[in-house]
């Protein structure tokens, strides 16, 4: 069963903090991707990666960064929590081509 | 360009019936379609997916039509159930950069 794993289920953290959403897939897929929902905005992609190391900026990528050592693993980090970040935050990853695979999602509230 | 346009925002459907999600896309250089479908409180599922060289596609009760001259597709739900109730995602990517570009979502009630 392929699998997207992300680290938290529900996260709080205060304003100003750095916070580390973790995402680790068991598919060795290239591709992988952070969106944050919203409601009634969808899904809005932030980072991606398609392969160790390399990143590239979605939408909506200030105020983040991302990290992708190995290649099962990619991490958003926001430096500077804020409460604008508050959000549904979904990882996803995919094989060149194919279709997406999502973890539950993270639920981050920012005080 | 990038975006995918996703109509109706909310759909009401009595049990057994067609429910119909409509998507509209501009950029010709997208060649993957795939729709979403996510439950509360979990991530997005593939439900399934087409390419611009077909012009349909069946998986049990769901199929998806697609019209690339007026760059539209569309999911069909025959026979909708009430465990069909879910949020719908349409969605588009493009072979050379593999990004997933998602429409705003439908939420779907199939009435018991």
């Known amino acids: 069963d392929v699998k997207v794993t992300q680290s938290s289920r529900y996260l709080v953290k205060r304003t100003g903090e750095k916070v580390f959403l973790e995402c680790v897939q068991d598919?060795?897929?290239?591709?992988m991707f952070w969106y944050r929902q919203d409601p009634g905005l969808g899904l809005r992609l932030i980072y991606f990666s398609y392969d160790v190391k390399m990143k590239e900026k979605g939408d909506i990528p200030e105020g983040y960064s991302v990290s992708r050592e190995k290649k099962e693993r990619f991490s958003l980090i926001l430096e500077s929590a804020s409460t604008n970040q508050t959000s549904m935050y979904l990882c996803?990853?995919?094989?060149?081509?194919?279709?997406?695979?999502f973890g539950s999602g993270t639920q981050l509230s920012v005080l | 360009q990038q975006q995918v346009k996703q109509s109706p925002q909310s759909l009401i459907v009595q049990k057994g019936g067609i429910s119909i999600i409509n998507c509209a896309y501009e950029?010709?250089?997208?060649?993957?379609f795939p729709w979403y479908q996510q439950f509360p409180g979990k991530g997005p599922a593939l439900l399934i997916a087409?390419?611009?060289?077909?012009s349909e596609k069946k998986e049990g009760r769901f199929t998806i039509s697609f019209n690339k001259s007026a760059k539209q597709f569309s999911l069909h739900i025959m026979d909708s159930q009430p465990g069909d109730s879910a949020t719908y995602f349409c969605?588009?990517?493009?072979?050379?950069?593999?990004?997933?570009?998602f429409g705003k979502g439908t939420r779907l009630h199939i009435l018991p």
């Open positions: 996803a990853s995919r094989s060149t081509l194919g279709g997406g695979f």
């Open positions: 598919m060795d897929h290239e591709n």
């Open positions: 087409i390419r611009p060289d077909v």
């Open positions: 969605a588009a990517s493009m072979n050379r950069d593999d990004k997933i570009i």
């Open positions: 950029n010709t250089a997208f060649d993957y």
